[in-house]
Nanobody, 123 residues
């Protein structure tokens, strides 16, 4: 059974940085999976944030976070990270990690999901 467990969320002030982590277990071959981050703000649909390929060299970002967030992975630790800098109130929401064997920016294409971690940004 596949489990994705996010951590690292919390309450921060605007301008602060935060790093989220997601540890995966149960994936047949972790290193071959695309790992994505999505977020959902209150009252809004869940949206794509970033995704990263197996080698770590293929990272794709939503335009809204490009240059502000950095996604990375450690295949030895079965972990994907999301470094978030210069956080703004509009970055607030529940952040989810997801895994799938194929690349996609679309949440419906991701097979495996974590439970999410809350990020709150005060102005």
């Amino acid at each position: 059974q596949v489990h994705l467990v996010e951590s690292g969320g919390g309450l921060v002030k605007a301008g602060d940085s935060l790093t989220l982590s997601c540890v995966a277990s149960g994936l047949p071959t972790f290193r071959t999976y695309w790992l994505g981050w999505f977020r959902q703000a209150p009252g809004k649909k869940r949206e794509f944030v970033a995704t990263i390929g197996w080698s770590g060299g293929s990272a794709v970002y939503a335009d809204s976070v490009k240059g502000q967030f950095t996604i990375s992975r450690d295949n030895a630790k079965n972990t994907v990270y999301l470094q978030m800098n210069s956080l703004k109130p509009e970055d607030m929401g529940v952040y989810y990690c997801a895994a799938d064997e194929k690349f996609s920016r679309v949440e419906t294409f991701y097979e495996h999901w974590g439970q999410g971690t809350q990020v709150t940004v005060s102005s």
